[in-house]
Structures are given as C-alpha cells and as structure tokens.
C-alpha cells in the first residue's frame, strides 16, 4: 500500500497554519518537484525536533489535479459542492493548493510555513494565511467540544485514506475546508440553555442536550450516506479555531476516503432534510471560503516529483 501522508491521521496539535496559494506560471514539472521537496522539509523538522509533534499535509485545488498532474485523476475528485439556502451560504473558491503545517509549538510553525513559502514563492500567489490554535480543551471559540465523535485508531485509516477502491490513488485522502466567521457578540448573548438547543450537546461535559431537536448542530452536521449501523462517524476532521481582535471562527477540516459524505453532511447543514430543519448555528456563524482538494500518498507525490 501507498504510504500516505502523515499529517492525515496525526493526532490533534496545539498549533497549525494553512497556507492557500494559486499557480502563477505553466511549469508544472517545477511545481511537482518542489512539492516532492515541502515533504522533505516537514521530515527534516520533525527529525530535528520530533518532541513538536510535527506534521503537514500537501492537497492539491480539485480545478488544478489534472493540470498539474496529466493521466489518472481520483474518481470522485470534483468541484467544491456550491449551496444556497435563504441566508445561508457555502461559497466555492478552491486554490490550486492547500499546505498544511501543524506542530505543538508555535515557532516550528513559523519556521517551517517560511521554508515553505520561500520554496514556492516563484510559482504562486499566496491566496489566503490562516493561523489556527487548540482553544482549551479542544473546544470550538463557542465554548463547545468539536470533534470528540472522530474515529480513533485503525478507524481512522479506513475512514481517511482511499484503499481498493481506487486502486491508482490508495493512501489518498479527499479534503474538504470551509473558514466560518462566528458572530460572537450576538453567540455570547445568548443564554447557556439556548446554546446547548442550538448545539444539541451541553456545553460543560458534552453530553446530549434535552434541548437537542432536529436543527441542533451536532445532529445536522453528523449526517452523512456513509455513516454505518453503530453511528460512527464517516468524516475525520481536523478543525481548529482562528481568531484576531476582528475575526473569530473555524477553520473546517475534513479528511475521507470519498467525497460524498461531505457533501451529504453540508446539504443537512443548509437544507436538512425538511423544510427549516437546517443547522441552527448557521444563523450565527458565515461560511467565508469553501475548498475541494486532494492529499495524494507520499509515493504519488514523490515519484512524479522526479519525472
């Protein structure tokens, strides 16, 4: 089996930047090699200071896979999905790639982004710099846990990475990122009690709210085709919060091994399944971005890196 890369399933880190660039120039051979080198520069700084947790993921924009790329292409690689609903909206602007750089400390980070950004600096525009951070224990800026359903262990790897059924792409991964804007003057005034209706979990220990109905986020935003009999999740998300004095929100992970779930999941959020059951917390919280990748193996990235 392919390897894939390490960042897909690394356990959450204290720390993360996600660099978003569009191609600037026609020399797609240069772009492969020197995406084959960013890996090479996230081994050497998790070499060098392996007690940072360091990992990275390299996604390529669905638009630009076969561009950079000729030949084969993932089977279910498509276009951010598009949706609309009164107010509530999930734009589509993918960028031709996606660097994911995340390590338990902060300067590492940095130091590793700037590598990055000056290896790449001749081929691209930088689209969009987003620092991101674990707020307390893993909650969302709401003050809500955001990811305690992710698949665990070997779960993990059948959820995240494609296997015999793309035989071309195993060790891949589909992913899918929104950055949503919180409002949180009008979140923090509401009461606890609405939250938790809102949220469908209790905000101290997570638990089922009995608020909890058929808008409430964590039963709108868990609905996916994919999900099996024992409920267990069919996305693994790698989310963390982001915030300056003027912004607060979420920068949305998702890593798969198809890319319906997703898509299931955003159409409960906006649509639901019947006329206003969408997500509640859409009425507090923007979609700013949306964007469809794909995170090849490392022996993808690396073997057409030389050719």
């Known amino acids: 089996m392919s390897q894939p890369q390490k960042g897909i399933c690394a356990e959450p880190n204290l720390h993360a930047q996600f660099l978003q660039y569009n191609i600037i120039d026609e020399d797609e051979q240069a772009v492969r090699a020197k995406l084959a080198r960013v890996l090479d520069i996230f081994d050497n700084f998790d070499n060098e200071h ?16 076969s561009e950079l790329y000729p030949g084969l292409r993932p089977l279910e690689l498509s276009p951010f999905p ?13 960028s031709d790639l996606l660097i994911q750089i995340r390590a338990d400390r902060l300067d590492i980070v940095h130091a590793i982004s700037m590598q990055v950004h000056d290896l790449l600096r ?8 987003i620092k991101c951070f674990r707020y307390l224990d893993g909650r969302d800026l709401t ?14 790897k059948s959820i995240a990475l494609i296997g ?7 060790g891949g991964s589909y992913v899918h ?10 979140w923090q005034l509401l009461s606890e009690r609405h939250q938790e ?25 868990r609905v996916t085709d994919l999900s099996d009999i024992n409920g267990k999740q069919c996305l693994l998300r790698q989310s963390m919060p982001y915030a300056n004095m003027r912004e607060q929100g979420l920068f949305f992970v998702s890593h798969c091994h198809s890319s319906q779930p997703f898509k299931t999941m955003l159409h409960s959020m906006i649509f639901g399944t019947q006329a206003d059951e969408y997500d509640a917390f859409l009425d507090y919280t923007n979609a700013l971005t949306g964007g469809a990748y794909f995170a090849p193996s490392l022996d993808f990235i ?6």
């Not at 392996?50 to 896979?65: K, L, Q, T």
């Not at 846990?145 to 993990?156: C, E, F, S, T």
């Not at 990122?177 to 009008?186: I, S, V």
């Open 302 to 307: 690396k073997l057409r890196g030389q050719s």
């Open 197 to 221: 209706k809102i949220m469908g979990r209790t905000r101290e220990h997570h638990l089922v709210s009995e608020e909890a109905n058929a808008n409430s986020h964590y039963i709108r935003s």
């Open 164 to 170: 015999d059924e793309d035989p071309d792409f195993i």
């Open 50 to 65: 392996y007690e940072a947790m360091v990992s990275g993921v390299v996604c390529i924009g669905s638009d630009y896979f």
């Open 143 to 156: 003050g809500f846990i955001d990811a305690d359903d992710n698949p665990r262990g070997v779960d993990k």
């Open 122 to 129: 001749l081929h691209v525009e930088l689209v969009e710099d």
């Open 82 to 94: 598009d949706m609309q609903c009164d107010d509530r909206v999930a734009p589509s602007n993918t």
């Open 177 to 186: 990122t929104q950055r949503y804007l919180h409002d949180m003057q009008r």
